[in-house]
């Protein structure tokens, strides 16, 4: 494992202050790995206003990855070969290979299936 990629549901952990996840991120962080947050992620999880400020800090700590040009193609592709339709569910797995991630997740069903459709190895953490 390299890094970490959080997904939507690892947001809303943090964001309702759920422990474990709060563990999980520091323990990250002393291990001086930022965490990813795909800016599809970040726009599911993301409501705006002073009830979320838990993860306005919690995201003041991770590094928000752009979903380029390049990296939408092979999210598709991705997609497609997994015939799973969820984009931000295609687009956690997509970096998370491409950078040897682990991944937090609420859903891991659906990451191992995405990941299993391309015979990727990754070890998810479930929130």
Not at 57 to 64: P, Q, S
Not at 68 to 73: C, H, L, R, V
Not at 117 to 126: G, P, S
Request: net charge negative; glycine share 6%; aromatic share 4%.
């Amino acid at each position: 494992m390299n890094g970490v990629t959080y997904d939507t549901g690892a947001l809303i952990a943090a964001d309702r202050n759920d422990r474990r996840m709060w563990a999980l991120h520091s323990g990250f962080l002393a291990l001086e790995v930022s965490p990813t947050v795909p800016t599809p992620v970040l726009a599911e999880a993301w409501r705006g206003g002073p009830r979320q400020a838990s993860l306005a800090r919690f995201l003041a700590l991770c590094t928000t990855e752009p979903l380029t040009e390049d990296q939408a193609k092979a999210v598709g592709a991705l997609s497609a070969r997994a015939e799973h339709d969820d984009i931000i569910d295609v687009t956690v797995v997509e970096g998370a290979i491409r950078r040897h991630d682990a991944v937090v997740t609420s859903n891991p069903t659906h990451i191992r299936t995405i990941a299993d459709a391309v015979r990727a190895r990754l070890t998810i953490e479930t929130v």
